[in-house]
């Protein structure tokens, strides 16, 4: 009998209740009990919805209060020195410095987990780190999912993993020094969950599905020896996990590896199955995850079928259906979606319709079809609905897509020749200052958009508020003195949504949030069809802003690769041709802005390392369409007009050759939080176009001081050209509140002029 469970839930809510305790917690209106009581509650709810689907286990372990990643250091007691905390006696506020800093500390570095839009917190390696235990929060979830009637899988980030996805920050040569306290503290963990009568772990380890060098690779083998070896064959039993990829090239480790059964991603890795298949160990689970954890599309249930039934036949009970990876990916529930038009409905699946697809799977595999027949049909009128729909493919874009030549992605000139204009057009000082794009969004700016989308308030008083917001920004940079200015992006809820309720090919969810870190959720839109923009998005608020100042103000859009990444993108064509369908849509908003008198237009790209297939032998294929897209998003204007790109929370270096191919004018990036470490790689490839590394971390609510600033422009300086060289925060600042994104504004502007007079000093001495 096949059995069937997830790799994991969405942790925040259907309506996202955990975001708003923690966001209440942070502020002081209400207290860690009370943050505790909604993490019980979501917790219980979620466990009861995968024993009412079906599930065999439920999963315990995946709910976090920030990420993963750093509840598993927290659980290990592996946090870092500096923060001089007791890891056996942390407190959520503790635990919450270590994610967001405070005045006395800087927070830990934050950078994308694999290639999805999900963050976490990166471990930082010393050589002083413990891994002697910390708290007891994943024993108290346990007690509760037991107290609850549940039979209890744990999930745990793997040891390997771990490690592999940290830093080291001193004293160490090679993370895999570690190994030894790393291992030594799974065998405490796993000892414990041991004691308290746990039956299945899963551990997941999904760097197997990167190319790893020899010394990792060979540390699955000892490693996993000796956690085995610790339990003496006894339960808990190991699941080890892979997801987001296929691992082939480890069948044979993974065949060998003395854990219980191994997890395949089935849908990231489809070709992978027959060779785990063949001479699978009989003593040994095989999990199959089948049913797409990063994406809403309903599962083709028949297809899907024909392929697990002679696995069925050959495993038995030691098959187990599965989700490709956790839900974290997707939202919580389809039934929260009552204004989705039906037919569009019919295609999709959230969370919980994907725990009734994993059991409607087990039935069909178990004998028991007829239980669940009506899953089957609603799946086939799904398929063949998407196949048939009108309303997917629109002629006039493919016809214009077909047309798009080499030409169409080119500058009329080089960099140095556009620079050499922009520079005599705007005559900016040295270091010139600017911020990202968004600023603060209060909760009078919300609830004006909200009062306008359920028609409370008219077009021209909606139009009226958000000017105001806008004249107040703008004056509030003008008071700063900024060099370039922006619009503050008051009209815009979210930086992907905003402009996909604006093309066509785009559907939009009114529930469908999911995590991407913190409290920090999005609501991806969903691209089910050719994309096509109607009419200007932006044009009318960056013109307005422009009559406010004699500055120059940013266009500000999001680019192609990033519109894709953080959507739900159909399945039924190359994710490339969709990248540019909408490239070609920017691009026409991009030149009706230069027609507005605009001159400087940015085109944000922050997903566009996250899209990098996990894989090197598979980065040309994607990098190159990747870079035509932005390309052809920005090459329709003049010389003068200067286009900046942003991108952040992201490892750069490996790809600085295609950013340096995206030829934007003006490039800036995060770089604060790893203290311009990712900086380095800029100059020693000799970035060729402007740079503005961000100086201050926007989601911390630290102010930095000035000299703060200055240490990491001065640290910047020896990297890139002063000629080269911009001065921005890392990120926009909408979730920041106004007095301290002023203050820590007022600093960074200062830190410019300092650097300014500094300059002009060296000059004069020389």
């Given at each position: ?592 802005l230069e027609k507005a008198n605009i001159g400087m237009i940015q085109i944000d790209e922050p997903a566009f390392r996250e899209g990098l297939p996990l894989k090197s032998r598979d980065w040309p294929h994607y990098l190159d369409w990747a870079v ?139």
């Amino acid at each position: 009998m096949a059995l069937a469970h997830v790799l994991g839930f969405p942790r925040i809510g259907a309506h996202r209740e955990l975001k708003f305790a923690q966001e209440s917690f942070w502020k002081g209106a209400s207290d860690e009990a009370a943050l505790r009581a909604t993490g019980a509650t979501l917790r219980a709810r979620h466990w009861q919805a995968q024993a009412d689907a079906g599930l065999d286990f439920v999963t315990v372990g995946d709910f976090a209060w920030y990420d993963q990643v750093l509840g598993t250091l927290a659980l290990l007691g592996a946090i870092p020195s500096r923060f001089g905390f007791d890891p056996k006696q942390l407190s959520l506020a503790d635990y919450f410095i270590l994610a967001r800093g405070s005045k006395q500390h800087f927070a830990m570095e934050m950078t994308k987990w694999f290639d999805t839009n999900y963050h976490y917190l990166v471990p930082e390696w010393t050589a002083d780190v413990q891994f002697n235990g910390g708290v007891d929060w994943l024993h108290d979830e346990i007690a509760e999912a037991r107290a609850l009637g549940h039979k209890v899988k744990v999930a745990l980030v793997g040891p390997l993993t771990l490690l592999y996805q940290g830093k080291i920050k001193s004293g160490l040569g090679h993370k895999l020094d570690l190994l030894p306290k790393v291992v030594a503290g799974y065998q405490q963990l796993l000892q414990r969950l041991h004691a308290a009568g746990i039956e299945s772990v899963q551990i997941d380890e999904p760097i197997l599905a990167l190319e790893l060098d020899a010394a990792w690779r060979n540390a699955f083998a000892p490693v996993y020896a000796q956690l085995n070896a610790n339990l003496q064959g006894s339960a808990p039993a190991l699941l080890l996990t892979t997801y987001f990829g296929e691992v082939s090239e480890h069948a044979e480790l993974l065949r060998s590896l003395p854990v219980a059964g191994v997890h395949l991603d089935l849908v990231r890795g489809a070709g992978q199955l027959e060779q785990f298949a063949a001479g699978w160990p009989q003593d040994k689970v095989l999990s199959l995850g089948v049913v797409d954890g990063r994406n809403l599309w309903r599962t083709d249930l028949d297809q899907v079928l024909t392929r697990l039934k002679p696995l069925q036949a050959q495993l038995g009970d030691r098959l187990w259906v599965a989700s490709s990876c956790s839900l974290l990916h997707v939202p919580v529930d389809l039934a929260n979606e009552p204004k989705l038009d039906e037919e569009l409905k019919s295609w999709l699946a959230f969370a919980t319709q994907k725990l009734a697809e994993i059991v409607a799977l087990k039935q069909a595999l178990n004998g028991k079809a007829a239980a669940v027949e009506a899953q089957f049909v609603a799946s086939r009128a799904a398929q063949a609905s998407r196949r048939s729909s009108s309303r997917i493919h629109n002629p006039l874009v493919q016809k214009r897509l077909a047309a798009v030549t080499a030409a169409d992605a080119e500058r009329s000139a080089g960099f140095e020749a556009r620079i050499a204009k922009q520079q005599a057009k705007w005559q900016l000082p040295a270091f010139p200052t600017t911020t990202i794009g968004s600023f603060p969004q209060t909760a009078e700016i919300r609830q004006a958009r909200a009062a306008y989308k359920r028609g409370d308030i008219g077009h021209l008083d909606y139009l009226d508020k958000m000017r105001e917001e806008i004249r107040v920004v703008v004056e509030k940079q003008e008071q700063l003195g900024l060099d370039v200015l922006v619009h503050g992006e008051p009209e815009r809820n979210d930086m992907v949504e905003y402009f996909g309720e604006q093309l066509w090919g785009y559907a939009f969810t009114a529930n469908g949030w999911v995590q991407s870190y913190g409290s920090r959720c999005v609501k991806p839109p969903v691209i089910y069809g050719d994309v096509y923009r109607p009419e200007a998005m932006t044009v009318g608020w960056s013109q307005f802003a422009q009559t406010l100042t004699a500055k120059p103000m940013k266009g500000m859009l999001t680019g192609p690769v990033t519109m894709l990444q953080w959507s739900f993108v159909r399945d039924d064509q190359p994710r490339e041709t969709t990248a540019l369908q909408i490239a070609l849509a920017l691009r026409d908003e991009v030149c009706d802005l230069e027609k507005a008198n605009i001159g400087m237009i940015q085109i944000d790209e922050p997903a566009f390392r996250e899209g990098l297939p996990l894989k090197s032998r598979d980065w040309p294929h994607y990098l190159d369409w990747a870079v035509r897209a932005f390309k052809i998003s920005a090459a329709g204007v003049g010389d003068e007009t200067q286009i900046h790109t942003h991108m952040c929370y992201s490892e750069f270096n490996d790809i600085l050759p295609w950013i340096a191919a995206m030829d934007a004018d003006v490039i800036t990036i995060e770089t604060s939080r790893s203290d311009m470490e990712l900086l380095d790689g800029f100059g020693e490839f000799a970035y060729p176009n402007d740079i503005g590394p961000g100086v201050y971390d926007i989601h911390s609510p630290r102010v930095p001081q000035v000299d703060e600033m200055e240490r990491l422009l001065r640290k910047a300086r020896g990297v890139i050209p002063d000629a080269r060289l911009w001065v921005n925060p890392d990120c926009g600042l909408k979730t920041r509140g106004w007095p301290e994104t002023y203050e820590a504004l007022e600093n960074m502007v200062l830190a410019a002029k300092r650097l300014r007079e500094t300059v002009e000093q060296e000059r004069k001495a020389a």
